[in-house]
């Protein structure tokens, strides 16, 4: 391992839910895209549904027998639908969420988004908040064949910054997240859920955050004994 590597450190974000309030902008997508195939979609449903990727939501939605085009073109739709949504009536940062990747950035944690959105809305996410010029990398649906709770968009995320796993925070909204987080072998913290995560923390908000928290993940994470 490179010295660059021992001593580098970064926290990988999720992005919908976690750094961006984009729930509201989601659902109305995603019923109307379901709507257009003649399926009233609950929001129940949807809500189980958030930060997994349009193949697995969908799959559970349709059923086993759906077909790969009819996925495609759902999706599609509904992601399509999201974009114009977010161009034309803007996104909310959550609250903690901006000071937090500055605090990061000015203290030199690396940073990247590991989402299991479509490129395409990462970019109009973060160009819509302001908020690109701090992030290191970006790892989103096309750069990984599994969703969460799988833990490769994490795993491809650290190695797009050149660091292992120990020396990675994950920041999660969903349970299938901090899932993929515990997997990838990376500590996590949980925010914004409407029940509490199995996250190494879990706060209610990024806000909540003490200002030693992610030093401190990264200090357990070393002193762990290592599986052999």
């Known amino acids: 391992m490179s010295d660059r590597n021992k001593a580098g450190r970064a926290v990988l974000w999720d992005l919908d839910g976690t750094l961006v309030d984009s729930g509201d902008s989601h659902w109305r997508a995603w019923r109307e895209a379901m709507r257009a195939e003649g399926i009233e979609l609950t929001y129940q449903q949807f809500l189980a549904s958030f930060g997994q990727?349009?193949?697995?939501?969908?799959?559970?939605?349709?059923?086993?027998?759906?077909?790969?085009?009819?996925?495609?073109?759902?999706?599609?739709?509904?992601?399509?639908?999201?974009?114009?949504?977010?161009?034309?009536?803007?996104l909310v940062v959550?609250?903690?969420?901006?000071?937090?990747?500055?605090?990061?950035?000015?203290?030199?944690?690396?940073?990247?988004?590991?989402?299991?959105?479509?490129?395409?809305?990462?970019?109009?996410?973060?160009?819509?908040?302001?908020?690109?010029?701090?992030?290191?990398?970006?790892?989103?649906?096309?750069?990984?064949?599994?969703?969460?709770?799988?833990?490769?968009?994490?795993?491809?995320a650290a190695s797009r910054l050149e660091l292992p796993p120990t020396r990675c925070i994950v920041v999660e909204d969903a349970a299938a997240g901090i899932e993929a987080a515990r997997r990838a072998g990376m500590r996590s913290i949980g925010?914004?859920?409407?029940?509490?995560?199995?996250?190494?923390?879990?706060?209610?908000?990024?806000?909540?955050?003490?200002?030693?928290?992610?030093?401190?993940?990264?200090?357990?994470?070393?002193?762990a004994p290592s599986s052999s």
């Not at 959550?94 to 950035?105: D, N, Q, S």
């Not at 299991?116 to 109009?124: E, K």
């Open 191 to 223: 925010v914004n859920a409407t029940t509490a995560l199995d996250a190494d923390v879990y706060l209610r908000s990024l806000a909540d955050l003490p200002d030693d928290a992610f030093e401190r993940l990264l200090t357990s994470a070393a002193e």
């Open 53 to 90: 990727r349009n193949d697995r939501i969908l799959g559970a939605w349709l059923g086993a027998g759906v077909g790969p085009d009819r996925i495609r073109r759902i999706g599609d739709a509904k992601e399509a639908m999201y974009r114009d949504l977010a161009r034309r009536e803007g």
């Open 94 to 156: 959550l609250p903690g969420a901006r000071e937090w990747v500055t605090r990061l950035r000015e203290a030199g944690w690396r940073q990247a988004i590991a989402s299991s959105a479509p490129r395409a809305n990462v970019d109009v996410m973060l160009e819509t908040v302001d908020m690109r010029d701090p992030i290191d990398a970006i790892i989103s649906a096309e750069d990984v064949t599994k969703g969460k709770p799988d833990p490769e968009v994490f795993l491809a």
